[in-house]
């Protein structure tokens, strides 16, 4: 079940700062728009003026394209802008899932609840209910609560867990996870219901920043050393400033963990 909700405010934002974009591109471009006929098998090109249209011969192509590209980012705001009237119409009229803030907010519902997001197995169950060592380091940036009830670390962990338990996908965050080099603290373990096997899930929100970079690619090392892959018992995904994570790639990868 995903988050219609979430969903469109992702999108509005991306389309927002498309417009954005194409905006501070036009600015750049010069007056006159591009009208293009044709005739028998040949193309033929006109600058439309305040005076009426000015054929633009072939060695001037180059005023051509840069007229149409024009033309094109003209359309495609007037296309965005339209569609950023209709989602902030409907965020506007049509409020959050009620649903959903109940598992988020109230923790008795959510206790009677619980059921209903696990599969129908006691050996999952029993998985799910056992206490497990968590990352105790800096507990004050444990500041999103997650309709499971976890608390998290950022808003994408947020979205993450969310969809996890959404989706009736058994997990645990920050478990405790020893290994040859050291204790780690994935930020999500999965349990594959099919195959019974533990999956990790590790979300790295900045991976523009050099230094972070240069964690992950050793932490990348470490697990290989371990015998944990990606693809394979780890699952991976990125963000960057520009680039936020969205709800369809949470989806998409919860899609791809199901197959492994």
């Not at 974009?21 to 036009?26: C, F, G, P, R």
């Not at 001037?60 to 359309?75: D, G, H, S, W």
């Not at 050291?182 to 920043?209: A, Q, R």
Request: proline letters at 3%; aromatic letters at 12%; charged letters at 30%.
């Amino acid at each position: 079940m995903t988050n219609a909700y979430d969903l469109l405010n992702n999108r509005l934002y991306f389309v927002k700062k498309e417009i954005t974009q194409i905006s501070k591109e036009l600015l750049d471009y010069p007056k006159g728009d591009i009208i293009c006929t044709r005739s028998n098998k040949y193309s033929k090109w006109y600058k439309k003026t305040s005076k009426g249209l000015v054929y633009i011969p072939k060695k001037e192509i180059n005023e051509a394209k840069i007229l149409a590209r024009k033309k094109y980012l003209r359309l495609r705001k007037e296309f965005l802008q339209g569609e950023e009237r209709a989602i902030s119409l409907y965020l506007r009229h049509h409020p959050k899932d009620r649903s959903l803030r109940l598992l988020s907010t109230e923790k008795g519902y959510r206790e009677l609840l619980k059921d209903d997001f696990l599969p129908d197995d006691e050996k999952i169950i029993d998985w799910v209910n056992k206490e497990y060592e968590t990352n105790r380091s800096h507990p004050e940036n444990l500041r999103y609560r997650a309709h499971s009830g976890h608390l998290v670390r950022s808003k994408s962990e947020y979205m993450i867990a969310t969809s996890l338990y959404i989706k009736k996908i058994p997990f645990r965050y920050e478990c405790k996870l020893e290994l040859n080099e050291g204790i780690f603290y994935p930020d999500f373990t999965l349990l594959n219901v099919s195959t019974g096997k533990e999956v990790y899930w590790e979300h790295f929100g900045m991976i523009d920043d050099d230094l972070y970079l240069d964690k992950f690619i050793q932490k990348l090392k470490i697990f290989s050393a371990n015998g944990i892959y990606p693809g394979v018992n780890l699952i991976m995904t990125f963000e960057t400033r520009e680039h936020p994570l969205t709800q369809e790639t949470i989806d998409e990868t919860i899609r791809s963990f199901q197959k492994l």
